[in-house]
């Protein structure tokens, strides 16, 4: 094959067309064309662009000096609070307890479950809280900071409103029928003793769900101050059966909880009638109330 079979024969030069005008053709052939020109004028910036970007790179370079500052002194702050927390400068070396009545102070310190060495400033006190909270004694609690060196712990207790007698054992309960604690025989001899409950089981902390001892604790809280303050004993072997035996030995069947306050009165009407010679008192029907005296 034959190399000039690949190429185009050349004609003759065309008329006119002179050796100086070949020159000036080969001439402008070695010219940059206009495309390349104008990249290359996009390449080279203004002096306006040139200023923007350099306010762009001092902002920039600003921006990170902040950033670096504002974390340089984080590291500092940090440092020093976990050096200071764990000064002994803020231990604890006193606890003021307050709004305590049924438990001691001592009590109360050792259910607060203070970690070994802690210092003041490291104190977790919402775990104080929480761990006092789990007494069946304590309904509430607040724990603060006293600076340099003393926690502060104020409790509020729930109030025991009578003794519930099993038969075997005297446990104290509040209004609710929580119950709080386990107490001797003559333990709390100013609450009145609730006897005969079929369905009581006591767990300290835990509200009793007996509806006859619900029952008698509304009773309690539901009737005058006079008549509450000569109760002595409550028997509740049912709801319709719960009756108040006082200081003078009168029985008053009182049932149900309810209509307590026109109870109330027409027991203090009869004991106020019969004085001394009356001894049993039926007002669990408010329209016919019922009375005996000796001898009846």
Known sequence: MQVAAQSKTKGPA????????????AARKGKSSPGAAVGKSKRTMSPKQAERAAK????????LLRAALVLGVA??????????????????ESVDVSGNSRLTADQIVERAALPDGVTLLRIDTDA???ALKKDPWISDVSASRRIPSTLSIAVEERVPVAVVDTGVRFWLV?????VLSECSPGGA????????????AAEPGVVTDSKVLRNALAVLAGISDELLAVVRTVSAPSVDETAL??????????????RLDEKSV????ILRDKGEQVVFIDVRSVERPISRGLGQ
């Open 128 to 130: 104080v809280e929480e």
């Open 75 to 92: 590291a500092l702050l940090l440092g020093g609070w976990v050096g200071v927390s764990r000064s002994q400068l803020f231990e604890i």
């Open 189 to 200: 001899a100013e609450l009145p003793v609730v006897r005969d409950v079929p369905d009581f």
């Open 245 to 258: 035996l006082t200081a003078s030995s009168v029985e008053i069947m009182i049932g149900k909880a309810e």
């Open 56 to 63: 762009r790179a001092e902002e920039r370079r600003r921006l």
């Open 14 to 25: 065309a008329p006119g067309r002179t050796p100086a005008a070949r020159s000036g053709d």
């Open 174 to 178: 509040d209004e609710r029928g929580r």
């Open 266 to 269: 027409l027991v203090a009407d």
